[in-house]
C-alpha cells in the first residue's frame, strides 16, 4: 500500500506548511478577531493546527516582555475558546522554545489543561530536539511524574511524523523507551495516527499487530482524535477506517463509548476510555 503511505506523508508535509504560514500570519496580525478570520479561511481538515501556531505565537510574545502572566495568550484564549484544546498545545510549544520553566506560567493555565500544555511541549521536543527528547530519552529537569504523561503523549504523536507514517520505523523508535513511558507513547502515535489520516488497511493492521500490549493506548489516541474530528465537524472516510481496524469499532461505538464519560481528570479519562476498549 505505498500510495496511501505517500498520502500520509503528504498530510504532513501540508500540516507542516500551515502551522509555519499561521505562524506568520499570526506574527504579522496583532488584533485577535482579524486572526481569527484569516485562520478560517483554511481548510477545516486540519484547521485546529493553525490555532496551534497562533497560540505559540501570542505566547512568545508574552515571554518576550517577560510577561509570564500570559495575557496575548489569554486573550486569544478568550477569543478563540472552542480550540482551547490547540490553544494550550500550542502554549506548550512555546514555553520548549524558550526553554521556559512550567512553574514560571502555571499560575496562567486551568489546572485541569496543563495535560495539554505538556503534550505540546513534548510534541515540539520530540520535533526539534530528537537528539535529547528521543535518542537520549531525556526529559526536561522541571518535568514532575504526574505531568510526565502528557509530555510523553505529544512525545509519542511527533514520532509517528518523524517515522513518516512507517509502521515498524515507529515501533523501533519506541521500543527503546522505559516501560512505564510506553503507554502514552503509544497513545500519542493513535491520536497523530486518526489526526493525519493518509494510511490504508494493511498499514492500520500492521501498526495495530506491532503495538503488541499497547493496542489499547493506540486504539485510546484515536478514540480521542476522533471525538476531537467529531467536534470540529472534519471526521471522513479515513476516520472512520481508522476506528474500524485500530478500535475495533465503528464511528456509532466508539462515540457512545467516549459519551459515558464520568470523570474531568485528563488522565482518569483516558483511562477510563482503555478500560472499554475491545479485546
Not at 512550567?102 to 489546572?111: D, F, G, K, Y
Request: aromatic share 8%; net charge negative; charged share 25%.
Amino acid at each position: 500500500g505505498n500510495g496511501l503511505m505517500q498520502k500520509a506523508v503528504a498530510n504532513m508535509a501540508l500540516i507542516q506548511q500551515l502551522f509555519q504560514s499561521s505562524a506568520i500570519t499570526a506574527s504579522e496580525t496583532a488584533d485577535d478577531a482579524t486572526l481569527t478570520a484569516l485562520l478560517e479561511q483554511n481548510d477545516k481538515i486540519f484547521i485546529s493546527i493553525t490555532y496551534e501556531a497562533s497560540a505559540m505565537e501570542r505566547a512568545l510574545l508574552d515571554f518576550n516582555a517577560n510577561d509570564f502572566a500570559l495575557p496575548h495568550w489569554r486573550a486569544f484564549l478568550q477569543h478563540a475558546p472552542e480550540h482551547s484544546t490547540q490553544i494550550h498545545i500550542g502554549l506548550g510549544w512555546a514555553i520548549a522554545k524558550r526553554r521556559i520553566a512550567l512553574e514560571q506560567v502555571e499560575a496562567a493555565i486551568e489546572p485541569q489543561q496543563l495535560p495539554r500544555v505538556l503534550d505540546g511541549t513534548g510534541y515540539c521536543e520530540g520535533t526539534f530536539k530528537q537528539r535529547i527528547a528521543v535518542k537520549d530519552m531525556k526529559t526536561p529537569d522541571w518535568l514532575s511524574d504526574n505531568l510526565r504523561r502528557g509530555y510523553d503523549q505529544g512525545l509519542g504523536r511527533s514520532l509517528w511524523y518523524t517515522a513518516k507514517a512507517e509502521p515498524e520505523t515507529l515501533t523501533n523508535l519506541i521500543t527503546p523507551f522505559a516501560e512505564e513511558r510506553k503507554q502514552d507513547l503509544w497513545r500519542g502515535a493513535g491520536i497523530a495516527l486518526a489526526y493525519v489520516g493518509g494510511c490504508d488497511e494493511e498499514t492500520l493492521r500492521q501498526l495495530k499487530t506491532l503495538s503488541g500490549l499497547f493496542a489499547a493506548d493506540l486504539a485510546v489516541g484515536v478514540t480521542l482524535a476522533t471525538l476531537s474530528r467529531k467536534a470540529a465537524n472534519t471526521i471522513n472516510a479515513e476516520t472512520e477506517l481508522t476506528c474500524q481496524v485500530i478500535c475495533d469499532a465503528d464511528l456509532a461505538s466508539v462515540f457512545s463509548v467516549a459519551e459515558q464519560k464520568t470523570v474531568v481528570d485528563y488522565f482518569e479519562w483516558v483511562d477510563e476510555l482503555k478500560g472499554r476498549q475491545r479485546g
